[in-house]
């Protein structure tokens, strides 16, 4: 009997995994759709929604902290950015969105920590190298180097952009990037 009902229970427990995944899938959609109509403000309530239902989901943290930082609003997504990579260290793409955050506050510490790190986690991703090589704009070595890698990854990859990346390593254009005041 009680292998009956840990079965059962471990069935439900699947069942029930399967639909909050399917529900955030949905809402990923739903998500990303709002970023391309400029609908930031509805993409976060979206995204709240999933982690009101999830709150261990990393991938909605990072995706909200894109939204946030499409906005405007660095110090919120450095938030998001940190909750995801608390649930999961490994979010190698919450780090290099955190990385630009930090560049946009000009914090250039951070930010090359948060960029190195996604490197580190994963070095066959173009965007990690591009988007670090815009803090070492000016200085050659390694802002050619990272954008050689960048190149050498992809060679269609537009290296004057910094680009976020999301849940399923979307690439997403940062809006109110600005360049740094000072190095």
Known sequence: MSTIVAVVVVVVVGMVGMAVSAAYGGLVATYRGRL???ELDRAIAD???AIRSDPK???AYNDRGNS???KGSFDRAIADYGEAIRLDPTLANAHS????AYYSKDDFARAIADFDEAIRLNPKVANFYSNRSLLYEGEDDRGMADFEKAMQLDPKIDCNEPML???????IPLDPIRKPTSR
Do not use: C, M
């Open 36 to 38: 391309r109509k400029d």
């Open 47 to 49: 995204l709240d929604e």
């Open 57 to 59: 989901n990393a991938n």
């Open 68 to 70: 946030y930082s499409n």
């Open 97 to 100: 969105n955190r990385g630009l």
């Open 165 to 171: 990346l999301g849940s399923n390593d979307e690439v």
